[in-house]
């Protein structure tokens, strides 16, 4: 579980599949939604790693997950 800060902000270098099933889902579930979140400019994604750009973006679009 490594984190790390970039110019943009926090860096999260795990693989889709530990991170899916460290939350309690499976990685294309996990994907459909990061998908989302690059759409919205809330994350940006390289191999093995999720960067969050907006985690105000990040907070919100969560919380309108949590409602469905």
Request: net charge negative.
């Amino acid at each position: 579980n490594q984190q790390e800060l970039s110019s943009h902000g926090a860096v999260i270098d795990l693989p889709n599949e530990v991170l899916a099933r460290s939350i309690g889902t499976v990685r294309v579930v996990l994907n459909r939604h990061i998908q989302e979140l690059k759409r919205s400019g809330a994350v940006e994604t390289r191999r093995g790693a999720l960067e969050i750009l907006n985690l105000e973006e990040l907070l919100e679009r969560s919380q309108e997950l949590e409602g469905d």
